[in-house]
């Protein structure tokens, strides 16, 4: 067997590695006083939650992707609490179904913040919703400054609408969402200019991140982590500038508490409460693109489970094990993806022999420098159904785009492209109609029986099988082998 050395997978931003929605834009006769100009301060806008008595019963109706650890870490309480509160529940349930009322024991917890929910979470994932939406056509009908913007970002020329998508896509965020984000800081779509803010149109003031593409990349890592740590039921504070700490309401939906943590972190110069009330981003999004509520499907059913899955790579070779649950793209959560390296000789980014091979039957829905993207219900829409994504597959060799691929069919070699790492190997994640699955959870990534199990920190956790345990490790230790399955007996001739 060959020996494996140094495959340390440590990955950069790239992986660190109408009413119904149409387009409403204003044209900028009709647009709001200049976003550039100071906002107004607010205060809280809403009333305190009630001093709860420790396991009451309180309504919640299910929303889009809740699960029961998540409902139980909003509410204080334990799944099991929740489940005898509502019997009719079968304890391996995965998503609720969106619309179920609930019953959810609740444990108060001080400094709740606004229940206003600012943006439904199925339009703020690059979904169902995005399918179709030109980004390019939209700006291109706008009077403001994005419209001729051009700048070079990731290796190309690209205007203002390409540096939007390239993001959206990267990220997994909608586009419409990051239109009205650089619209309600800077007027990109009905100001003429950016004003002060050209270099900083999201009025992040940091010079590593001066730009439209530096300044998406940084509100789209805030925003995800925000959104999953939610999906996630990890805890999530906000601090203000005064030092008074906030929790989200439990009651609140992912994509508000994502916007939250966005808005939040821009703090003084957006001023919090008003950029999260009804009359702050709110109101912008839906001036360009109608109510979102009225356009809300949810987009996560009832008991998601994953189609079935092999190995990203033949199971009758010996892989490593390098990188346990960590972020998908870019930095902080959603931990969704998991990493794979090959045999090697030789230390740091080697060329590959190797393949790394589809995990189900599917369409390749995207094939660029470094990625590819496996559309698993076949229809082509890289915005629905299931998606698994690779990262670091090298040029020669890649499937090539709208490739129908079988299980066990090659998508390229291992390697080093697409973003910064120090070693070869193939970094792998899903996505359910645009949002990122969480790779430990009820529903784990499960890959030829291997069940992925978190650790305490990015990178680290085990795969588990049959009560085989391997544990993942950056240096490609012996205990983050996977062990060979038997190669399949030849089928004998007839005679």
Not at 185 to 201: K, M
Not at 375 to 390: A, E, I, K, S
Not at 427 to 440: C, F, P, Q, S, V
Request: proline share 11%; charged share 15%.
């Amino acid at each position: 067997m060959k020996r494996f050395l140094l495959l340390l997978p440590l990955l950069l931003a790239a992986c660190a590695p109408s009413a119904e929605g149409g387009l409403l834009l204003p044209t900028p006769a009709a647009a709001t006083p200049s976003v550039a100009a100071p906002r107004p301060t607010g205060t809280a806008p809403y009333p305190p939650r009630p001093q709860y008595q420790p396991g009451e019963l309180v309504d919640y109706t299910a929303q889009t992707g809740d699960t029961l650890p998540a409902l139980a870490a909003h509410f204080n309480t334990t799944v099991g609490e929740i489940l005898a509160a509502n019997p009719f529940i079968p304890e391996s349930a995965t998503t609720m179904p969106p619309g179920m009322p609930m019953q959810i024991p609740i444990y108060y917890l001080p400094d709740w913040g606004s229940p206003y929910r600012i943006l439904p979470d199925s339009l703020f994932v690059n979904g169902p919703a995005q399918s179709g939406f030109d980004t390019a056509a939209f700006v291109e009908q706008s009077g403001g400054w994005l419209k001729d913007y051009r700048t070079y970002a990731a290796g190309a020329n690209r205007s203002g609408a390409e540096v939007v998508d390239y993001v959206a896509q990267n990220f997994s965020l909608s586009p419409r969402l990051l239109l009205a984000l650089l619209e309600y800081q800077s007027g990109a779509l009905t100001q003429p200019d950016p004003g002060a803010w050209a270099d900083y149109p999201l009025r992040y003031e940091e010079r590593s991140h001066r730009g439209v593409y530096l300044q998406l990349v940084w509100a789209a890592d805030r925003l995800n982590d925000g959104y999953y740590r939610w999906r996630a039921g990890l805890p999530v504070e906000l601090v203000h500038p005064d030092g008074r700490g906030e929790r989200p309401d439990p009651w609140q939906n992912a994509a508000t508490v994502g916007l939250q943590v966005l808005f939040n972190a821009l703090e003084p110069q957006t001023d919090f409460w008003a950029a999260t009330a009804p009359e702050g981003f709110a109101a912008t999004y839906a001036a360009l693109f109608g109510d979102p509520w009225r356009a809300d499907i949810p987009h996560i059913p009832g008991s998601l489970t994953q189609p079935e899955m092999r190995l990203p790579y033949d199971a009758t070779e010996v892989w490593a094990y390098t990188g346990a649950p960590h972020t998908a793209w870019g930095t902080g959560q959603p931990w969704a993806a998991v990493d794979f390296a090959p045999p090697s000789t030789a230390s740091g980014c080697q060329k590959s022999d190797q393949w790394a091979e589809a995990v189900a039957d599917g369409i390749v829905t995207r094939s660029e420098t470094g990625i590819v993207e496996l559309d698993l219900d076949g229809d082509g829409d890289g915005h629905t159904g299931w998606v698994v994504f690779y990262l670091h597959v090298a040029t020669e060799g890649r499937a090539a785009l709208g490739a129908a691929l079988k299980a066990g069919d090659p998508v390229g070699h291992p390697s080093c492209e697409g973003g910064h790492t120090t070693g070869t190997h193939i970094h792998i994640a899903r996505k359910y109609n645009g949002e990122w699955i969480l790779a430990d959870g009820p529903i784990p990534f499960t890959m030829g029986g291997w069940v992925t199990r978190r650790g305490g920190a990015p990178y680290r956790g085990t795969l588990e099988r049959y009560g085989q345990v391997v544990t993942a490790s950056e240096q490609a230790a012996s205990a983050s082998l996977i062990p060979a399955e038997p190669k399949p007996s030849p089928t004998p001739e007839l005679p």
